[in-house]
């Protein structure tokens, strides 16, 4: 597969070290960019700074000794958090990853009623694969943030915890999406200044109990036409309708 780098990223622990040859940074620098000792590329410090990294020499053993310079702050992320239900591993992934690129301040998971109770058991969450996924759609997207991340078992316990008022001095717009009893459309949805709060449900849609959950937390539910969606479509098409409809 493959993975769009727009930007090198480093952890800040990384820098004044050697990587190695089997290093994906190493790898993409040497055998796609070209690049030799002396160049320079773009780069930035994971959850820091943009800059520039320098080549500063190509070792025997095939590793790399980068130097990094500070040059400006990223671009600052959408204020729009979005929960969204468990779904098969895959998607899960691709759901953070493209989340990430589009650039969302926050990604929370949560167990649904209506959801398949055998993907709570991902190990993306555990084994890395999660923050590798949220990073490359950092580097597509030529940024050093990445989404904050956190897991509930159940809707009942996101909102009994409302992560979301911590973000903000300003109340946000709270919006669940849900295309079986909507009570508007996201497409009618006013221009604001406020953040935004979105919740994606599961492929089998929300359980009513959960409607009305929503509803006493003061949740809106939108749709986006009849069209069952699946859940990783139906997040980036939402967030893409949110963009226009918030200041970023």
Not at 88 to 114: H, K
Request: neutral net charge; proline residues 4%; glycine residues 8%.
């Amino acid at each position: 597969m493959l993975i769009i780098v727009n930007i090198i990223l480093f952890e800040e622990h990384e820098l004044g070290h050697n990587l190695s040859r089997r290093d994906e940074r190493t790898i993409h620098l040497l055998k796609v960019l070209h690049k030799k000792a002396g160049d320079v590329f773009e780069a930035g410090v994971l959850g820091g700074m943009c800059g520039t990294g320098k080549i500063e020499k190509i070792n025997f053993d095939g590793s790399i000794f980068v130097t990094f310079k500070e040059t400006a702050p990223p671009e600052p992320r959408l204020r729009l958090r979005m929960s969204v239900a468990f779904v098969r591993p895959i998607q899960m992934r691709r759901i953070f990853r493209d989340l990430s690129n589009i650039g969302v301040s926050a990604i929370d998971i949560i167990g649904t009623d209506m959801g398949e109770k055998s993907y709570r058991d991902t190990k993306l969450l555990t084994d890395g694969g999660s923050h590798a996924a949220l990073v490359e759609g950092a580097v597509q997207a030529r940024d050093t943030q990445i989404p904050a991340l956190k897991v509930f078992d159940s809707l009942d316990m996101w909102l009994k915890e409302r992560s979301w008022e911590a973000d903000t001095v300003r109340i946000p717009l709270l919006l669940a999406m849900d295309n079986v009893r909507a009570e508007s459309s996201l497409f009618h949805l006013s221009p604001s200044s406020r953040p935004a709060v979105l919740a994606i449900g599961p492929e089998r849609g929300w359980s009513d109990r959960e409607r009305e959950l929503f509803e006493k937390a003061g949740f809106l539910r939108l749709s986006m036409g009849k069209r069952a969606l699946r859940t990783e479509t139906a997040c980036v098409a939402a967030a893409a309708l949110i963009m226009e409809k918030i200041e970023i």
